[in-house]
């Protein structure tokens, strides 16, 4: 490891860690040294692009953490439920890491990945790439500054998006628990991480409702096939596999997500035959899923302030929008613009921050992919962990939240979360 050059290694070169990796190479500050993956076609693409030695490919992360370290940090993008090993065995090595959201299916395991960070001295950061957006930072110098007086409530909704969650909740990855995670772990960590990071304070109660309510079987429509290619209501249906998918051809950004996700051969052909064979095809009501597809969270912090959360499948796919509401005046945000409302004047002005007006992951998030890739760089190469926005022990408090809320949905009782032996700082870093 010489030059100025960071030097990381990806385990998992999926949609994320091609996308980190891709940021990687062009800003010139850091160069992909080796990679795991175990779809052939995957790993071998992605050597080719960056220009990997064929010793330094691997099909099982296993036999990359067995060498020497081959790299300064390692990106850790597998699936959710694959994120331990790697990372734990990664920090035992002496490797930074980068570890996608969520950091871990439960509790025990993130906390693992945490203290196996404290104790072999490297930097941890948690893919929040919400902290990291141009319109969050501005949000936070607002509030910081004062401008609204004290923060009572804040709320927060995320549009999932109803072909998102058809794609990725219902038919992929992610659509059933056991395979994957709750639906708020897996898609909402960030959210109730960014709100606690808005508010700079853990709530001391939560409580949550949320069901699977339409995605089932008796609500199939009359007559509805198995598979979207089959189905004789298919062109009345906004679930329609068949629409969503061919008309992602074309269109750079939707060819690389969601279709990566469904195939690599971006013909008509080619994502037909996908949609006969594989997941993608599925009738949304005749699927295994079994995650919610509508949820909401309420939050009492410590000083009987309260903030909520709602997250619906059945919305376009925008950036998230929020309300914060002060002593002295009021924000309304839509992921790029602030509407503020100064009480002592009432009088209304709007911020536009230079966030992308890309919400989803094949637009990096509103710039957020990119600036986390950055500052984790930079944190490696200064060997200083303050460009890092939220640090593997605060991540693993606001996931924290996440499971005092599942508990709650699932008992239908409030949590009340224990506080931790330290204070939560709040600070960015």
């Known amino acids: 490891m010489h030059g100025p050059e960071v030097e990381l290694a990806v385990i998992g ?46 099909e099982d992360w296993r036999d990359l953490l067995d060498r020497e370290r081959l790299a300064d940090a390692v990106i850790i993008s597998t699936q959710d439920s694959m994120h331990v090993e790697p990372a734990v065995r990664a920090a035992e090595l002496g490797y930074h890491l980068l570890v996608e959201k969520p950091m871990a299916p439960t509790e025990k395991e993130a906390a693992q990945i945490t203290e196996a960070a404290e104790r072999h001295g490297v930097l941890l950061a948690v893919c929040h790439v919400m902290r990291y957006t ?35 909740f219902v038919r992929g990855n992610w659509s059933n628990e056991a395979a994957s995670a709750p639906m708020l772990l897996a898609k909402a960590c960030h959210d109730l991480d960014w709100i606690v990071h808005i508010k700079g304070a853990l709530p001391r109660r939560v409580s949550s409702f949320g069901n699977l309510v339409h995605f089932r079987p008796e609500k199939r429509p009359q007559k509805a096939a198995d598979n979207c290619l089959d189905c004789p209501v298919e062109s009345t249906c906004p679930y329609s596999a068949k629409r969503i998918y061919l008309d992602c051809l074309g269109d750079p950004a939707k060819e690389w997500w969601p279709l990566s996700a469904v195939t690599d ?21 005749a699927s295994d899923n079994d995650v919610v597809d509508s949820q909401v969270v ?57 966030t992308s007006p890309g919400a989803s992951a094949a637009e990096g998030h509103g710039g957020g992919d990119e600036v986390l890739l950055d500052a984790f760089v930079e944190a490696v190469r200064d060997k200083d962990p303050t460009p890092i926005r939220s640090t593997g022990r605060e ?32 600070k960015t870093m």
């Not at 992909?32 to 064929?54: K, L, M, N, S, Y």
């Not at 013909?267 to 009738?283: F, H, K, N």
């Not at 693993?396 to 005092?404: C, I, Q, S």
């Open 298 to 354: 309420d939050m009492e912090f410590g000083d009987g302030t309260t903030a909520s959360f709602m997250m619906t499948a059945f919305a376009a796919l925008e950036h998230r929008k929020t309300r914060v509401f002060g002593t002295h005046g009021s924000i309304e945000g839509d992921g790029v613009n602030l509407r503020i409302h100064d009480f002592l004047t009432d009088t209304h002005s709007t911020v536009v921050t230079d």
């Open 395 to 426: 991540s693993l408090d606001t996931h924290r939240v996440v499971w005092a809320a599942e508990t709650a949905r699932r008992t239908r009782t409030v949590s009340t979360l224990v506080p931790q032996d330290r204070p939560f700082t709040g």
């Open 265 to 285: 051969d971006h013909t008509e052909d080619g994502v037909l035959a996908a949609l006969r064979e594989g997941p993608y095809g599925r009738c949304v009501y």
């Open 134 to 168: 141009r319109y969050t930072e501005t949000l936070k110098e607002i509030l910081d500054a004062g401008r609204i007086g004290d923060i009572m409530n804040i709320q927060h909704l995320e549009q999932v998006g109803w072909w998102h969650q058809a794609h990725s």
């Open 13 to 58: 070169a999926g949609l994320r860690g091609t996308g980190y990796a891709r940021r990687a190479r062009v800003t010139g500050r850091a160069r992909i040294t080796a990679v795991a993956e175990p779809d052939q076609e995957r790993r071998t693409r992605f050597a080719e692009e960056h220009g990997i030695d064929e010793r330094n490919v691997f």
